[in-house]
């Protein structure tokens, strides 16, 4: 039988990685990361190498930070994985993991993988294991409380567009953006018309020696790609949205 399985790392933090995840990483057969590029050491890779000592890491370069969709360069790069992972499974492996920052099924490339591994490998069995996410760590590292009593919560990239961040501010208690490093300033002008600034908080490079941590209302200028801002709810008493 051969298994594939998506394994969450955390946004960066070695120590952010479950029990399950270090086991599944260190008995695998092959442990495939992406990579920005050959000379470019990966979120994912680094958090791996904190916690595996064997040779069997695969470094995969992946088009990351490509615009636009499915691009050529990023299709390239979900195929040459997808063959490298095919590769290891013809030639005996019967578990291969695929390491990705924050959670396999949140915003993440094993999706895409996985879905062409599928063309590729005859009775593949698809496994994820959960990671904490960058709105987790952040909310953590900064004492915002995500949600409590009735109140929703919204998670969205910042790719949907900022007249979407604007409606989910609208329709949503507590909004979280992700990847809105470059409209940070847009993000930051919706938050002040609407009266949301106050409590919000930005993140960056969690967990790593750059970590930036700060109210939002600080923050001046884009700020890194792998940005996350949270916008909590507005609250006036203790159990009020029970």
């Known amino acids: 039988m051969s298994t594939l399985v998506g394994v969450g790392t955390g946004p960066g933090d070695p ?3 479950t029990v399950r995840a270090v086991r599944v990483l ?3 057969d092959l442990v495939v990361v ?3 590029g050959d000379d470019v050491t990966g979120r ?3 958090t791996v190498r904190a916690h595996v000592d064997h040779d069997r890491v ?13 691009t050529p360069r990023r299709a390239a790069a979900w195929d040459a994985a997808a063959d490298t992972v095919a590769r290891a499974f013809h030639d005996g492996a019967r578990t291969v993991a695929f390491a990705t920052i924050g959670d396999p099924n949140v915003y993440s490339t094993f999706a895409y993988l996985a879905a062409s591994v599928r063309g590729r490998v005859e009775d593949l069995v698809v496994e994820t294991v959960p990671g904490i ?5 952040l909310a953590a590292r900064s004492g915002t409380v995500l949600c409590e009593g009735t109140e929703s919560l919204a998670l969205m990239p910042i790719t949907a ?12 208690d507590t909004v979280v953006a992700y990847k809105g490093g470059r409209h940070l300033p847009e993000l930051l002008e919706v938050l002040r018309r609407t009266g949301r600034l106050d409590g919000a908080v930005h993140g960056a490079a969690l967990g790593l020696p750059e970590e930036d941590v700060r109210p939002a209302a600080e923050v001046d200028g884009p700020a890194p790609y792998l940005s996350t801002l949270v916008v909590p ?6 159990g009020g949205k029970l």
């Open 15 to 17: 120590e952010l990685v």
């Open 26 to 28: 260190r008995e695998a």
């Open 34 to 36: 992406p990579v920005m």
């Open 44 to 46: 994912a890779e680094a």
């Open 58 to 70: 695969q470094r995969c370069v992946f088009a990351l930070d490509d615009r636009g969709g499915v």
């Open 133 to 137: 996410t960058a709105m987790q760590d």
């Open 161 to 172: 567009g900022v007249g979407a961040f604007e409606e989910a501010l609208r329709r949503f």
């Open 233 to 238: 709810a507005r609250r006036t008493t203790r």
